[in-house]
């Protein structure tokens, strides 16, 4: 069975920019959620979307968003870049609500602004 | 309302014992465990239930107590493969997602 796969592995984009990125998640798992990760922060929720709808989102702006379609891959959206997006972005998919169940977690995206 | 992990770093030799200790400052019915190696994704270890269960994983356990809103994960005769940084997971918003703290990074050295 296929893992979480996420792509691009790495992205390089400058101040102002947008980015998107992608994640598909285990075959018949309907539940997506997204986190960013940065050194001494640990993982910070960004969104859940669990069915095609959002069910919560994290402290973050506007600038960060996301979907999810009806295979469940999921893509999130960052707008306005700013050095501070600069993290590892990782996606976990879980067949239950994230809450409930044992999240699958895809290997990343680096994104580096610069 | 991110859970409070501690300690944020602990060296161990091979063989040693170490608690990680992870509380919130709300009720919790469930808190999730992940370990994340250098360079890969957090892989998923247990979840505990209310009720106080115990739960095990290799050579590695953890309780919860609900009343004192807070989990501890136990790794017992500590091996090299244990290194990495260890994760504790409780729900987060009003629909229950999962947030997570900020990590206790473990380190065995032989």
């Known amino acids: 069975k296929a893992g979480v796969t996420q792509t691009p592995r790495y992205l390089i984009k400058t101040r102002g920019q947008q980015v998107t990125l992608s994640c598909s998640p285990i075959?018949?798992?309907?539940?997506v959620s997204w986190y960013q990760q940065t050194p001494g922060q640990g993982l910070q929720f960004l969104f859940e979307?669990?069915?095609?709808?959002?069910?919560n989102k994290g402290n973050f702006p506007g600038r960060f968003s996301g979907r999810q379609f009806s295979n469940s891959r999921s893509e999130m959206n960052v707008s306005t870049l700013e050095l501070g997006d600069s993290a590892l972005y990782l996606c976990?998919?879980?067949?239950?609500?994230?809450?409930?169940?044992?999240?699958?977690f895809g290997s990343g995206t680096q994104l580096s602004v610069l | 309302q991110q859970p409070v992990q501690s300690p944020q770093a602990v060296i161990l030799r091979e063989g040693e014992d170490a608690v990680i200790n992870c509380s919130s400052s709300?009720?919790?019915?469930?808190v999730h465990w992940y370990r994340q190696k250098h360079g890969e994704a957090p892989v998923f270890l247990m979840i505990?239930?209310?009720?106080?269960e115990q739960k095990g994983h290799e050579k590695i356990s953890a309780s919860f107590n609900e009343k004192k809103q807070q989990s501890s994960l136990y790794l017992t005769a500590s091996q090299l493969s244990y290194s990495g940084t260890y994760f504790c997971?409780?729900?987060?918003?009003?629909?229950?997602?999962?947030?997570f703290g900020k990590g206790t990074k473990l380190s065995v050295k032989p």
């Open positions: 976990a998919s879980s067949l239950l609500q994230s809450d409930l169940g044992k999240l699958f």
């Open positions: 505990l239930l209310k009720g106080g």
């Open positions: 997971g409780t729900e987060g918003g009003s629909q229950g997602n999962l947030i």
């Open positions: 709300k009720a919790l019915y469930s």
């Open positions: 979307y669990f069915s095609e709808t959002q069910r």
């Open positions: 075959s018949g798992h309907r539940s």
